[in-house]
């Protein structure tokens, strides 16, 4: 089969198309022929080796959308032919910037009809960690003002509107004009970064500041996330696209009695909390009460470009590769 395969770490010129065995799915698996791949920056980081470094040969890759094609043993053969999404968390499933990869049947959503094999893509890593943070490390509340940094990314258009699903308010920040209008368009106050956004927060707030604060970006950010908590306010991190934030002391948090927590996607604890997640999140999708973002869709070939494209910040929504195109 087709794959895209990296042989050391560097820049998006390490990604290359090669032919490799296709994998062969083990007790409880499945083999699925893919149809579409999503790209995370989660991919990016790793072939630079700043996060979970390879080993290689690697195929990146972990969520992916299309046909169920083979069963390991103990698989029910209710699911060949299936369609289906997932999203595991590396080694458990085989890179899917490829034609064929394989995955467990715990991770899969079962697509409708209705959805695309795109939409399919675009959804299980971004929409389990977008619904992980809303109702799993957080209790929003109605009224309760949250900011949400890089609002206008897939994983910040989706919290965003989960975040208004509950009745909070939303001040999504963004790098330019245009990702802001992206998250005015969803319902939510936009804000583009700036030295003064903490006090643009302060107005709109009449002073008070967020109850909340979901912080991907890290290093950057972390200074104006924890200025712009109100008292009794939380700053949950759940990524670093900056860099790692810096050590907090509590003489910091005392005065406005702060917290300051984080959340990362592990969807082997809950077993149970988490196929009610895919469960939910199909029917929104399905429903039309959550809409994804699909900023680009490319050729399997095009890989390297994909993570130019992520790593310059130039793409709102999901990307996607196609590995039938």
């Keep these: 089969m087709k794959a895209i395969v990296a042989r050391q770490l560097g820049s998006p ?8 065995l296709r994998p062969e799915p083990g007790a409880g698996q499945v083999l699925v022929r893919l149809l579409a791949t999503g790209v995370n920056f989660a991919e990016t980081e790793r072939r630079r080796g700043t996060y979970m470094t390879p080993a290689f040969p690697w195929c990146p890759g972990s969520e992916g959308a299309g046909h169920v094609v083979g069963l390991g043993p103990g698989v029910s053969e209710e699911l060949l032919e299936a369609r289906v999404a997932f999203w595991v968390m590396p080694p458990a499933v085989s890179g899917t910037y490829a034609e064929y990869a394989v995955a467990p049947v ?12 795109e939409v399919g893509a675009a959804l299980p890593l971004q929409g389990l960690t977008a619904y992980g943070l809303a109702f799993f490390a957080s209790n929003i509340r109605a009224g309760m003002s949250v900011l949400v940094h890089a609002a206008a990314g897939g994983i910040g258009q989706l919290l965003t509107q989960l975040v208004l699903r509950q009745g909070g308010r939303v001040l999504g920040t963004t790098s330019t ?20 956004l903490c006090e643009r927060i302060n107005a709109v707030t009449e002073g008070r500041g967020v109850d909340l604060v979901f912080d991907s970006i890290g290093r950057v950010t972390q200074a104006q996330s924890l ?48 196929s009610t997640a895919r469960h939910d999140l199909l029917q929104w999708v399905e429903r ?20 130019r494209l992520l790593e310059s910040r130039a793409t709102t929504g999901k990307v996607i590769l196609l590995p039938a195109a």
């Design 13 to 20: 010129e390490v990604l290359n198309m090669e032919d490799v």
């Design 106 to 117: 715990d991770a899969l959503f079962r697509l409708p009809e209705s959805l695309s094999f």
């Design 177 to 196: 004009g245009d990702k802001a209008e992206v998250v005015a368009a969803l319902g939510a106050e936009a804000l583009v970064h700036g030295p003064d």
């Design 227 to 274: 200025e712009a908590l109100a008292p009794y306010g939380e700053l949950i991190h759940f990524g670093e696209a900056s860099g790692a934030p810096a050590p907090i002391h509590p003489d910091q948090l005392y005065d406005r009695c702060l917290k300051v927590s984080a959340f990362g996607l592990d969807v082997d604890r809950d077993p149970t909390a988490w």
């Design 288 to 307: 039309g009460e959550l809409k994804l973002s699909i900023s680009l869709a490319m050729p399997l070939a095009e890989a390297a470009e994909a993570h």
